[in-house]
T-cell receptor
Framework: DAKTTQPTSMDCAEGRAANLPCNHSTISGNEYVYWYRQIHSQGPQYIIHGLKNNETNEMASLIITEDRKSSTLILPHATLRDTAVYYCIVRPPLNTNAGKSTFGDGTTLTVKP | EAEVAQSPRYKITEKSQAVAFWCDPISGHATLYWYRQILGQGPELLVQFQDESVVDDSQLPKDRFSAERLKGVDSTLKIQPAELGDSAMYLC?????????????FGEGSRLTVL
């Protein structure tokens, strides 16, 4: 499984966009990028995933560089409730028993008033 | 919205005792995962089931940990005997598996404290 590198921590002002980077330079051509977040004392929550195209849903946007070696999760209007640890994961192709989601230590995002 | 159910939410035990955690995945989810999360670290995969079969248990300390999913639905993770270093959050997750798009759905976790 490809390894990811994320900053340990980031701050963001409430109401501003939060841009969380992730490096995955060893990603394979058919591996997907997934993002999860974990609010204190809860289980991780799925946010979004993508292969090569940019993706957007009701929670966030995912921007993947053309070479696929890095990505950015964007929370367009951060709120205090977005304070959490954010994990970037790359995993083998979908629909395979070999798929394993390997979590690193993530980025602790603190949204400040 | 369907959720992954886990119990107990909290467990305090003494070292050398046995402890068990239960997980009921979202209905229809074929793949079930047990993760261990030590405070301040990301979750670490212990075991992955596809239906009732173990797909990956390479990180499961098999001398003291066991996991089963007998009917391919709910699952139990057991530790015997518990050691001080086992204090952690034990997370269960499920996914659609072969029919899905890969995202995991996590339960609230079972927090274990070994004294």
């Amino acid at each position: 499984d490809a390894k990811t590198t994320q900053p340990t921590s980031m701050d963001c002002a409430e109401g501003r966009a939060a841009n969380l980077p992730c490096n995955h330079s060893t990603i394979s051509g058919n591996e997907y990028v997934y993002w999860y977040r974990q609010i204190h004392s809860q289980g991780p929550q799925y946010i979004i995933h993508g292969l090569k195209n940019n993706e957007t849903n009701e929670m966030a946007s995912l921007i993947i560089t053309e070479d696929r070696k890095s990505s950015t999760l964007i929370l367009p209007h951060a709120t205090l409730r977005d304070t959490a640890v954010y994990y970037c994961i790359v995993r083998p192709p979908l629909n395979t028993n070999a798929g394993k989601s390997t979590f690193g230590d993530g980025t602790t995002l603190t949204v400040k008033p | 919205e369907a959720e992954v159910a886990q119990s107990p939410r909290y467990k305090i035990t003494e070292k050398s005792q046995a402890v068990a955690f239960w997980c009921d995945p979202i209905s229809g989810h074929a793949t079930l995962y047990w993760y261990r999360q030590i405070l301040g670290q990301g979750p670490e995969l212990l075991v992955q089931f596809q239906d009732e079969s173990v797909v990956d248990d390479s990180q499961l300390p098999k001398d003291r940990f066991s996991a089963e999913r007998l009917k391919g639905v709910d699952s139990t993770l057991k530790i015997q005997p518990a050691e001080l270093g086992d204090s952690a959050m034990y997370l269960c997750a499920s996914s659609y598996g072969l029919r899905g798009t890969g995202e995991l759905f996590f339960g609230e976790g079972s927090r274990l404290t070994v004294l």
